[in-house]
């Protein structure tokens, strides 16, 4: 685990400035404080920051081939890395080291682009071929692992595991993309490919990109996909032995390391089956550790010790205050783009309180996503059911309206005592769950962005990011549909984001087995009613865990990583966010409706309504602005 970052010249052979590549690669240095290294040679610098995990002797980057006409910097591990080299030994290929980053080189020498396909894992990598005179880079399926890039104007590629590393460069222009800010607002977070500046871009999970000197760039090449089949002929009993032992595997196969290696554990299913799995393939101790709060109603910590109890782990817990809120300029350094999920702090804390005992933590992420656990996944197959029911036409003209008039409507039923649910009815599927996963939905958005602003997003709509991925689904299951937004959408844009910078700022590799391509694809392949049957969310999941875990962390109520936002802006970060919102680089933009802002602020410290999140969002992006140094001229500079 570590962090790369480089720059290709892709007009001639310029030789990089060694002052610059060094900047850039210290930018990262908490990734990896092992060691790091540059490499520089006409038209090409590479730079790594490592966390040494695996072959600590001689895994050092960057790595060559025999004649070091082909070098490698890699971010992340490739789990079947000992079967590959086994695989390219028959080939005639020869090892010098023990390391997976030497294993992505010779399968790169025997199938070029397509060695991507024969990576079991999570990864980021660039590789430079001087034969070939080319660069090629690739991420992840799933996009644990970041990737960002950016050409300049004199014609040098950049590229980075984090942004940061793309800005200590110099030549980049901290120009914003107005698209990139609707986007925020209305999900919280920059999705792939964009990120907050117009000139540089994520490389999406999936995707490979091969860069040629003298060529125009060309656009990255999706390599893979998860496709819900859902059309596996298995029986419930059946398919809860397959997904243990896909479990075990997967598991299993992130266990090698030469560093201490432990689990996180929330006490929800995910994170407790992991650590359920490990153990039962150790005779060793787990060690785990959990962050709880002193506020009850976001505490879990007895559900993680029944765990911990069941399997005699080493466990460890810290109780974090409920007003732990000091870390909001510190997240805005961390993650280089405006970022608003609030459980990012306790994320930070519970990856610091790993990093204390283990260098290797693997976690429960990306269950829900693939297993059908979120609770909005129930509301929408209800409202699904209602919008089958009535054609589109009859919905917009009357459940519309019904939006509107809410609250008023009291007489409804009872389910519909909801806007959100007026308004998803009357929406088409994939507008209903952009609707569902708002953090700022549309009618304040539409309020809260000064006409300015409006005009130079010129029509677009942040929508269309979930319309794109929707194209490209495959299929009219309304859960595996959203399944599949989520798992190009949320999953590496909010969680895996989240994940990443909380625990490189502690120079901690996380691990997540339910994010394996191999078992995610054949969890696809289940019908969804053994994902998401009733009420319950991942019914086969539980199902196939309840002789490894006690009931009650099996099928009590989700609870989620939150902190206490309404609280904190009525009180302790009143003051803050008033003057960040109202005098700070936010309002200094022009990109904002003041009045707006101000009905929001005094409603919520009123008490009159509660608008914690929007005003989260605001705060969050006006940190990211300060972080940056960007106010009045970064308005200009975007209109």
């Excluded at 695996?54 to 910097?73: E, H, R």
């Excluded at 793309?166 to 980049?172: E, F, N, P, S, T």
């Excluded at 998803?424 to 602003?453: K, W």
Aim: charged share 25%; with cysteine; glycine share 8%.
């Amino acid at each position: 685990m570590c962090g790369i970052t480089g720059l290709f010249d892709i007009r001639s052979q310029r030789i990089p400035e060694r002052e610059r590549l060094h900047r850039m690669n210290e930018s990262q240095h908490h990734r990896g404080p092992d060691e790091g290294d540059l490499h520089i040679e006409p038209g090409v610098g590479f730079g790594h920051r490592r966390l040494s995990v695996i072959d600590i002797a001689t895994g050092q980057q960057p790595i060559f081939n025999d004649d070091k006409s082909v070098a490698l910097v890699f971010n992340g591990e490739v789990y079947n890395y000992l079967e590959l080299m086994d695989e390219l030994r028959g080939h005639g290929y020869v090892f010098r080291t023990k390391s997976d980053s030497e294993a992505i080189v010779r399968a790169w020498e025997h199938w070029g682009e397509d060695c991507v396909h024969h990576l079991r894992g999570m990864f980021a990598f660039m590789i430079h071929d001087r034969r070939r005179d080319c660069l090629f880079m690739a991420r992840d399926r799933l996009g644990v692992k970041p990737l960002h890039y950016a050409v300049t104007e004199d014609g040098w590629l950049l590229f980075g595991s984090e942004l940061k590393s793309l800005m200590a460069h110099g030549g980049l222009r901290q120009e914003i993309d107005p698209r990139a800010v609707e986007a925020y607002f209305a999900l919280g977070y920059v999705p792939d490919p964009w990120t907050i500046y117009r000139h540089a871009q994520k490389l999406a999970p999936g995707h490979r990109l091969l860069v040629k000197r003298g060529q125009p760039l060309g656009e990255p090449q999706r390599y893979w996909d998860v496709r819900f089949t859902l059309d596996a002929k298995i029986g419930e009993e059946e398919a809860a032995e397959e997904l243990r032992r896909r479990l075990s595997e997967s598991v299993k196969l992130r266990l090698k390391a030469e560093v201490p290696l432990g689990a996180f554990l929330s006490g929800g299913v995910d994170s407790s089956a992991v650590v359920a799995a490990m153990a039962q393939l150790d005779e060793q101790p787990v060690n785990t550790c959990s962050i709880g709060f002193d506020d009850p109603k976001f505490n879990e910590t007895e559900f993680a010790q029944q765990v911990a109890d069941r399997y005699r782990t080493n466990h460890r817990v810290e109780v974090v205050n409920s007003d732990d809120f000091g870390l909001v300029d510190l997240l805005a350094h961390l993650y280089d783009e405006p970022y608003a999920d609030s459980s990012a702090i306790p994320t930070y804390r519970v990856c610091e309180l790993a990093r204390k005992h283990v260098t290797v933590a693997l976690s429960g992420d990306g269950g829900d996503e693939s297993l059908g656990g979120y609770r909005r996944y129930k509301m929408h197959m209800m409202e699904e059911r209602m919008r089958s029911a009535f054609p589109l036409a009859l919905r917009k003209g009357v459940f519309g309206p019904l939006a509107r008039l809410y609250p008023k409507a009291d007489w409804a039923p009872r389910v519909f005592r909801a806007k959100t649910t007026f308004q998803a009815i009357a929406r088409n599927s994939v507008d209903a769950y952009f609707n569902t996963m708002g953090l700022v939905r549309d009618p304040l958005r539409n309020e809260l962005f000064s006409d300015a602003f409006k005009r130079d997003l010129q029509g677009w709509h942040a929508s269309e990011v979930f319309h794109h991925h929707a194209r490209r689904a495959g299929t009219d299951d309304p859960l595996a549909l959203i399944q599949y937004l989520d798992i190009h959408t949320y999953l590496p844009g909010d969680i895996n984001t989240k994940v990443d910078r909380a625990s490189m700022a502690h120079s901690l590799e996380v691990r997540e087995p339910l994010m394996d391509h191999k078992l995610v694809e054949w969890v696809a392949t289940l019908p969804s009613d053994l994902k998401l049957r009733g009420q319950e969310g991942k019914y086969i999941f539980k199902k196939a865990l309840e002789p490894m875990l006690p009931h009650d962390v099996l099928y009590r109520p989700k609870m989620g990583f939150a902190v206490p936002l309404a609280r904190w802006l009525r009180g302790p970060l009143r003051e803050k966010t008033r003057q960040a919102l109202q005098q700070g680089a936010l309002a200094q933009t022009g990109w904002f409706n003041q009045s707006t802002i101000a009905r929001l602020l005094d409603q919520h410290e009123r008490g009159a309504m509660d608008h914690a999140q929007p005003l989260w969002v605001l705060l969050m992006f006006d940190a990211f602005l300060r972080n940056a140094g960007l106010g009045t001229a970064t308005a200009r500079a975007a209109a």
